[in-house]
């Protein structure tokens, strides 16, 4: 039996007010309905910072600042096994427009109980609550 295959995901924490932006996934998507922190896959040949940016556009088209990496999460799925790094962002756009998500929201870190995410995204919000 092979290795399990690893995907490089990143993620952007964008922080506005004591409210972070949470984006839910399309009912196409793996992971159908579930929030997370906006993100998406390191295409080869890219840094974490590039894709970051260039998925964010694709998603909402809105620009963002890569700032530092503040957590690094290493999740086992059945099939497959994610390597997750948050970056903390700065929103430079004014306004989301949703492009590839199902929703968006700014929520407190106290109502993130609220929303369903992903498990490899729920050890993130965990690490956010306890304050990493």
């Not at 409210?19 to 080869?44: D, H, M």
């Not at 086992?76 to 962002?89: F, G, H, N, Q, W």
């Amino acid at each position: 039996m092979g290795e399990k295959r690893c995907i490089r995901v990143v993620a952007a924490e964008i922080e506005r007010d004591g409210r972070f932006l949470i984006t839910q996934r399309r009912p196409t998507a793996t992971l159908p309905l579930l929030w997370e922190f906006p993100s998406g896959k390191v295409e080869q040949g890219e840094t974490d910072g590039e894709a970051l940016v260039r998925e964010i556009k694709e998603e909402m088209d809105i620009e963002i600042r890569v700032g530092r990496l503040s957590m690094f999460i290493k999740h086992e799925y059945a099939d497959y096994s994610i390597d997750l790094c948050v970056y903390r962002c700065e929103l430079l756009s004014d306004e989301i427009k949703p492009r590839r998500v199902h929703d968006w929201r700014w929520v407190t870190p106290a109502e993130m109980d609220r929303y369903e995410f992903p498990p490899a995204d729920a050890q993130t919000i965990e690490k956010l609550l306890a304050g990493k």
